[in-house]
């Protein structure tokens, strides 16, 4: 479901790319050509160490998503809208990490068990070797790449809400605000063909490993995400919290990476636990 920003291509080359913000229109686009965010298909359970999982019940595997989905609206209804807040980790480089390493956190509609297109809004954030800690806020309908909102700042620990809105199948919008600077950006968007419509299926809240260059970024330790005022809302303008969503964990070679939950009905709390 996701295409990505260039940046993180170059900033994995170099510590002074890390640095930079922002390396122009045509390389990120270039760059996205090789990188996507859908959902890869969930683990079978025989792939998942059992030690990695005598605890967790009602949970699926995936290589790439952690987090919660909704994988059904209320009968009669399709999702429209999906928001929800959280607070901006500081990444760091995972036990005996020797690379750049990157997560994303994001909400989306459709993706998941609908997987024609994906409407899509979040944050990535990296950390470089040399500790230099970068965040990028972009907008995506998939299979459309990902683009980088601009004239919004980012800080650790800021306050950050992300709201997707679908207002047909084939058009939308992309809303982030950072809510302890003020400063707030938006995205109309349209399906990037006849075939990638939303379905109004799937509405989530995600932290991401992505993929770049045909395979899966270093996976950094972003600490906890906590997502709070989780909704989604529905076609006949009522809204649905995050109970019964779906719980999704990242397992990569058998060991299992993160830790989520569904606190109560408005939150998806997201934790690194990755050795």
């Avoid at 989905?69 to 500081?90: E, I, M, R």
């Avoid at 997560?103 to 990296?126: C, H, N």
């Avoid at 980088?148 to 700042?153: L, Q, V, Y």
């Avoid at 009522?238 to 830790?259: C, E, P, R, Y």
């Amino acid at each position: 479901m996701k295409a990505f920003l260039s940046h993180f291509l170059l900033l994995a080359a170099s510590a002074a790319a890390a640095a930079t913000r922002g390396h122009g229109l045509a390389a990120r686009v270039a760059a996205r050509n090789e990188m996507t965010r859908l959902t890869h298909p969930k683990l079978p359970a025989d792939d998942i160490d059992e030690f990695e999982t005598a605890n967790r019940t009602n949970v699926d595997y995936s290589s790439n998503w952690s987090g919660g989905v909704l994988t059904a609206p209320p009968s009669g209804t399709t999702f429209t809208s999906v928001t929800a807040q959280f607070t901006v980790p500081k990444p760091s480089l995972p036990s005996g990490g020797t690379q750049d390493s990157y997560a994303s956190a994001w909400v989306g509609i459709d993706g998941d068990t609908y997987t024609t297109a994906i409407l899509q809004t979040g944050l990535d954030f990296g950390i470089s070797t040399s500790g230099q800690v970068s965040y990028d806020a972009w907008y995506e309908w998939y299979p459309d790449y990902a683009y980088d909102f601009s004239g919004i700042t980012i800080n650790t620990g800021d306050v950050m809400q992300v709201t997707v809105t679908s207002t047909s199948s084939s058009a939308g919008t992309a809303v982030i605000e950072n809510l302890s600077s003020g400063q707030k950006v938006s995205q109309s968007l349209t399906a990037p063909s006849s075939t990638a419509t939303l379905g109004g299926q799937n509405a989530e809240w995600i932290v991401e490993d992505f993929d770049s260059n045909g395979g899966q970024v270093p996976f950094a330790n972003f600490g906890t995400v906590n997502f709070t005022g989780a909704t989604a809302g529905t076609s006949d303008g009522s809204s649905v919290g995050t109970s019964g969503a779906d719980v999704l964990d990242i397992s990569q070679n058998g060991k299992v990476l993160t830790s989520a939950s569904i606190p109560s009905d408005s939150e998806v709390d997201v934790k690194y636990i990755g050795h």
